[in-house]
């Protein structure tokens, strides 16, 4: 009688697994604490600003609203992956986007003292339209990476 429970629970464990490796590299990517090989010697710099998205990784999270369209709660976190490299100050863009991959709205948030392996989080706040988050740093600020001072990243890099 008591294996009844065992055998549902265990069904269900199971089910709720399959398909779990359809993500599993960007997973991956994600949760690993740090990118063997990533210091400013063995890169340089221009190749981490010119490519922040692998090192800088950003992730969103929502969950739907219940009443049709849009979110209800959202959050965006981004980790560093770099080995030893703090990020000062990053300039995170977040754009909302609808359901055909129109951009509805974009935000921009600050995210300050980021240490190697750590992770930060921002809430998104709500939207009525938007059913996706696309994000990526666009500006940050490192003493090791960029001297103190504060420049355009990824697509928008210039190297000096």
């Known amino acids: 009688m008591n294996r009844i429970p065992i055998i549902m ?13 359809t993500n599993k590299e960007e997973s991956d990517h994600f949760n690993n604490k740090v990118l063997p090989d990533s210091t400013i010697e063995q890169l340089g710099s221009a ?25 209800r709660e959202a959050i965006v976190t981004v980790k560093n992956k770099l080995q030893n490299i703090t990020i000062q100050d990053a300039f995170l863009e977040v754009n909302i986007l609808t359901a055909d991959n ?53 697509e928008h890099y210039i190297k000096n």
Do not use: W
């Open 9 to 21: 629970l265990t069904t269900v464990l199971l089910l709720s697994c399959g398909g779990s490796d």
């Open 47 to 71: 190749e981490i600003l010119s490519q922040i998205d692998r090192y800088l990784v950003s992730k969103a999270q929502l969950t739907p609203s219940t009443t049709g369209d849009g979110f």
């Open 102 to 154: 129109k951009e509805y709205r974009t935000d921009f948030y600050t995210l300050e003292n980021i240490e190697p392996g750590s992770v930060k989080t921002i809430k998104i706040p709500e939207s009525s339209r938007g059913v996706k988050i696309r994000s990526h740093i666009v500006k940050l600020t490192s003493d090791s990476l960029t001297n103190g001072e504060t420049v355009m990243v990824g």
